[in-house]
Every structure is written in C-alpha cells, then in structure tokens.
C-alpha cells in the first residue's frame, strides 16, 4: 500500500497563502481518488477536497474559490494550494486515499492567525 506524508504546513496571517504537499511513498497511479481533511480543535474530521486520477476535482463549500487540490504524477505528489486564508482554516490537515482506501498520516498543522 502506497503511504502518504503531509507537509507544508505553518503559521500564516489572515489572507496569506500555503501549499500543502502529500508526498507518496511510490507511484500515484494506483490512487484513483484523493482526499484532503482536516480536523480543528474540538471538530470533526472533514473532507476538504478531492481529486481522481482523470483530474476531477470537488471541494467543500467553506473552501470553494480559495483551495486548489491537484496531483503531480512524475513527482507522485498531491498538493493543496490554500489562499484567502481565514482563521477559521486553522486546523491539522490530511491526505488520505479515498479509492483505495489509504491510511491516515501525521497530518500538518495550518494556523491562521487574526
């Protein structure tokens, strides 16, 4: 099974940017949809973002216009560009194979600071 690690995560002021990285452990190929998580203190779990291997993309309401999920398959990478950021984004983020279904990681933690 291909292993995931996120990266990229920091500490960033209201209206900044980030790119989230999700590094895989061999190829991509096999990881026909990808998700991206995140979970804040004290909250649930959610589904940020997806993406199949084709490229068709889906997001969550609260991140529509300001996240971008993609994949890089040469590097056998996914990514989350995050802009506009809010304090409300403020959580840890995951990268987890949805079909298959993958593991979960470490996470990133994203801060947003007022």
């Known amino acids: 099974q291909v292993q995931l690690v996120e990266s990229g995560g920091g500490l960033v002021q209201t209206g900044g940017s980030l790119r989230l990285s999700c590094a895989a452990s061999g190829s991509i190929f096999s990881i026909r949809v990808m998700g991206w998580y995140r979970q804040a203190p004290g909250k649930q779990r959610e589904l940020v973002a997806t993406i199949t291997s084709g490229g068709s993309t889906n997001y969550a309401d609260s991140v529509k216009g300001r996240f971008t999920i993609s994949r890089d398959n040469a590097e056998n990478t996914f990514y989350l560009q995050m802009n506009s950021l809010k304090p409300e984004d403020t959580a840890v983020y995951y990268c987890?194979?949805?079909?298959?279904?993958?593991?979960w990681g470490q996470g990133t933690q994203v801060t947003v600071s007022s």
């Open positions: 987890k194979g949805l079909n298959p279904i993958g593991s």
